[in-house]
């Protein structure tokens, strides 16, 4: 069976998450997002913060540092085992019916398994910057500097697992960017494009 | 003064053209394409066949090649003339009023003068390739690397001119896969976002 399905991916602080929940709501499906961290987190056995943090990003800058990093002698760190589940969580949820997720690669796991539309929700450093820290509030650490972490973080993780370039145009459908358009425009578009 | 422009960038083969005249036509104001190809011709006293190859293309596929290519002693080559002539032409067309143009780095170039809709269209390798032989006929070559030496060379261009990479999802607003999407949406997308 292959169910339409909206992928999101999106840079921290673009405002993706409110794009997906509004799609979501707007095409009366199912958005996948904490949700999909609440199961993955049941199912596997790690907490959610775990989930959240392990589930999208490496602890190192490079894919491969990551590629040698917490890897047990037989090659298996804690980061694989919960990229098997989250993928397998992904593969369930998409067989249930037509819903939006949010990250976590399911743009690339459900590849050749759903009919999806595949989206990237992009902004420059400053739109973002200002948004996290409307969000989120200040922390000790400078904005800009949060923000290159986690996209080097996000795009090394995303490197390691699917073997493609995170961001590249060529994996997505439709990449918008949220600081010019909008957010409610991305969702119009997106609604429109499904 | 600043004019509301969609700058549409092209892969090859994607029909970025057509999407950019059917824009021109529904927002009901002019499309520059080879009417911006034959004002650079007319300006500059290059030929337009000229004008088309290398207003766009380099003659290899590296930026580093192109660096030293055909220049002068004094490092100017015929491709670096043409450049501030299409420059100016484009920036003249966009005091003009708003306007749809296709391809030759307008994005770059109009990136502080004017509000700009910058649009990139894409699409994957087999889709782009049935077009162009559809649109374009069989030629000697194979169309898969008709395509890749016509895409590098367009990305060398590209960078060697606005030292950014062609087709980064940064530089642009909206990124569509025509492939995927279908002309007529992406059409759509774009007039709704304008």
Same mark, same amino acid.
């Given at each position: 069976? %292959?169910?339409?399905?909206?992928?999101?991916?999106?840079?921290?602080?673009?405002?993706?998450?409110?794009?997906?929940?509004?799609?979501?709501?707007?095409?009366?499906?199912?958005?996948?997002?904490?949700?999909?961290?609440?199961?993955?987190?049941?199912?596997?056995?790690?907490?959610?913060?775990?989930?959240?943090? %392990?589930?999208?990003?490496?602890?190192?800058?490079?894919?491969?540092?990551?590629?040698?990093?917490?890897?047990?002698?037989?090659?298996?760190?804690?980061?694989?085992?919960?990229?098997?589940?989250?993928?397998?969580?992904?593969?369930?949820?998409?067989?249930?019916?037509?819903?939006?997720?949010?990250?976590?690669?399911?743009?690339?796991?459900?590849?050749?398994?759903?009919?999806?539309?595949?989206?990237?929700?992009?902004?420059?450093?400053?739109?973002?910057?200002?948004?996290?820290?409307?969000?989120?509030?200040?922390?000790?650490?400078?904005?800009? %500097?949060?923000? %290159?972490?986690?996209?080097?973080?996000?795009?090394?993780?995303?490197?390691?697992?699917?073997?493609?370039?995170?961001?590249?145009?060529?994996?997505?459908?439709?990449?918008?960017?949220?600081g010019v358009l909008g957010i409610d425009l991305?969702?119009?578009?997106?609604?429109?494009?499904?």
């Amino acid at each position: 069976m %292959k169910n339409r399905i909206v992928t999101i991916s999106r840079e921290f602080g673009s405002g993706g998450r409110t794009v997906g929940k509004h799609v979501a709501q707007q095409l009366n499906i199912p958005c996948y997002d904490q949700e999909l961290i609440e199961k993955i987190a049941d199912q596997s056995g790690f907490t959610r913060e775990f989930v959240q943090e %392990k589930g999208e990003y490496t602890s190192y800058g490079g894919w491969f540092a990551n590629a040698f990093s917490d890897r047990s002698p037989r090659g298996v760190s804690a980061q694989d085992y919960l990229w098997t589940i989250q993928r397998q969580v992904i593969l369930d949820l998409a067989q249930q019916g037509p819903c939006v997720i949010v990250g976590r690669c399911a743009d690339y796991i459900l590849s050749d398994v759903a009919d999806c539309l595949k989206v990237f929700i992009h902004a420059d450093m400053e739109k973002r910057a200002d948004r996290i820290v409307r969000l989120y509030g200040e922390t000790d650490e400078q904005p800009l %500097k949060r923000l %290159k972490d986690k996209d080097k973080r996000r795009a090394a993780y995303y490197k390691f697992y699917t073997d493609a370039e995170w961001g590249d145009v060529h994996h997505c459908h439709m990449a918008l960017d949220s600081g010019v358009l909008g957010i409610d425009l991305c969702v119009d578009l997106i609604v429109r494009a499904f």
